[in-house]
């Protein structure tokens, strides 16, 4: 069969006003039998839907902050500036995916932004709005191929047929966090805190945010690894 190509949606530097990507994202993809390519900042409605279309996957990168009007509230002033940019061609893409049934992979931001979009909510800033009990580090300091914590993987869920895991020892680095699940999306992994580590989309082929960062991971850690193969697998299927 042929490879995959799949999309992968740009991150931007503001200050330089220049789209940039992480290597991992697309080694992870390429690792796994897929051919990745930088989307386009796109803003025509036409231009996305033919991009949803072409491709055979998409993955949802991380990166700012999504803008708290995507989830109908208003920015408090530990919220991070918003790429209105990045966000509408996200929110524009979803859509798209969604209705084609094309299989999506969100990853940290990713996993926020399909919660928001569908309906979820986000804690804007983990430290200010929820005081953590447990001593977990959701936002760990470099080497990022390192575990900060284990998350649990969910029984009856795409993540636990991808990975064949019940627990997981998982990198961690971000302020955000789902808040409230959408309705659309299923929790699939939580960490011991309690907050929700991984979603997926039940009624499609898949559709999983992951809140931790398997793009620096999935040299070494087998789990990782296993998720980029069974989203490059699910694009491959047509």
Request: glycine share 8%; with cysteine.
């Amino acid at each position: 069969m042929k490879k995959p190509i799949i999309g992968v949606t740009p991150l931007f530097d503001e200050e330089r006003d220049s789209i940039w990507m992480l290597p991992g994202y697309l080694n992870g993809i390429a690792g796994a039998g897929g051919i990745p390519v930088i989307l386009p900042m796109a803003k025509s409605r036409e231009d996305i839907l033919r991009l949803a279309v072409e491709l055979d996957g998409f993955l949802f990168t991380g990166g700012q902050d999504v803008a708290p009007s995507v989830y109908g509230e208003e920015p408090l002033a530990f919220c991070g500036t918003p790429c209105p940019d990045k966000d509408r061609l996200e929110l524009l893409l979803l859509r798209e995916v969604i209705g084609l049934d094309k299989p999506a992979l969100g990853i940290c931001r990713g996993l926020q932004f399909f919660n928001a979009a569908l309906g979820g909510t986000l804690y804007q800033d983990l430290p200010q709005q929820l005081k953590l009990k447990s001593p977990l580090n959701h936002h760990q300091s470099p080497p990022y191929d390192q575990p900060a914590h284990a998350v649990s993987i969910l029984p009856d869920t795409p993540l636990r047929a991808a990975t064949g895991c019940e627990k997981i020892q998982v990198n961690s680095y971000h302020h955000q966090a789902v808040k409230s699940l959408a309705a659309a999306l299923k929790p699939a992994a939580v960490a011991p805190d309690g907050l929700i580590e991984a979603a997926f989309h039940p009624g499609k082929r898949f559709l999983i945010g992951v809140q931790w960062h398997p793009e620096y991971m999935y040299r070494t850690d087998k789990p990782s690894a296993d998720l980029f193969a069974e989203f490059v697998y699910c694009c491959r299927q047509g």
